[in-house]
C-alpha cells in the first residue's frame, strides 16, 4: 500500500510548491490532471493542506488539495481578470500591526482591515507597538475603543521585548496574517518573537514594494514547527475585499445589536430619518469615529 503523506504548502514560487510535511520540507509540482480541474492561478496556495507522493529524496508530486477552511483572496489589479485571487489559505488568525507614534494610528485604515476580517469571520489580534512612545492616557484613547468594541489588543516594544509573551502564546500553533502600514515595526516584531527567522529590518516592508509589480512570491515564515506566519505583499497593496455596501453594517461588531430597528428597512444609516445607528452614535454608545469610517467605506 502507498504511503499517505500529507503537508502544508509554506512557499509557491515558479511551479515549485514546497510542501512542509513535518520536520522536512519537500519541492512538488502539481499532477497534472489537477491542473485541468482547478482554475489558474488558483491552483495551490500558501495554507493549502495537500496530499502529496513522493518523487525523489526531496521532491514530489501534490496528488490532491484538502477543502479549504477560510481563504484571503484580492481582486487582481484591474483589467488583468475579473476573477479573485486566493492569496492565503485556511488562516486563523489575522495579526494587524499599527503603532503609537511613527507611524501614528490611522483609525480608518484599522477600520479597512477589521471590515475585512469580518467579512470572512477572521478572528483579528490587534498588535500596538512602539510602546515606548506612548506618553500618556490619550495616546490609548483609540485602542482602548477596540477593546470595548471586543477586539483583542496587545501593546508592544519590539526593542525591548515587552508584551511579547501573550503575543508568542497567541500565535502558536496557528496560521496568522501579519499585516499593517509600513514602519510600524513589523519585522522588528518578528524578530523580538523569533530571534531565529532574522530578518532584515524593513524586510516585510520591502516585499511589499516590489509585490506591486512583479508576481507575487508568497512565504509563509514557520518560526516554531506547526506555527506559521504569512509573509504576503499583496495583502497591504490592494483592496482586499469587494464589500457589498448593504452588508457593511454588519461587519462592524458594535453595530449589530441595532440592526432591523431602523424605521426604514433596509436602511443604509446614511441620510434616512430614525435610524438606530445613528441614534447609538449620538448617544455615545457607538464611537463617532466608528461611524465616520462606517461613511466613509459606504461611499
Ligand atoms: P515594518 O516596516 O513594519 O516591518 O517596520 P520595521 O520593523 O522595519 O521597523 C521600522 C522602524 O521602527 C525601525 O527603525 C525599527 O527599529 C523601529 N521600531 C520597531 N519597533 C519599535 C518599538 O517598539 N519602539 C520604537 N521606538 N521603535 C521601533
Ligand atoms: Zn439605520
Redesign the pocket.
Known sequence: MKELHEGIVVRVHGGHHYVQDGERIVDCSLRGLMKKERVAGDLVVIGDRVRWEPTGEETGVITLVLPRRLVLSRKPPAARSPQEQVLVANPDLALL?F?FQ?PVLSTFMLDRYLVACEAVALPVVLVI?????ATGAEDYAASSLYQRIGYQVCY?????GEGLEPLRERLRGKLSILT??????????LNALWPQLALR?????EYHAEGVHTTVVSRLLQPELGTYVADTPGLRTYELWDIDPEQLDAFFPEMRPYLGQCHFKPCTHTHEPRCAVKAAVERGEIAPVRYESYRKMFG
Open positions: 500591526v503603532a511613527k507597538n512602539k510602546l515606548d512612545l508592544t516594544n519590539a526593542l525591548t499593517g502600514p509600513s514602519g510600524v515595526g513589523k519585522s522588528s516584531l529590518t524593513g524586510e516585510i516592508s
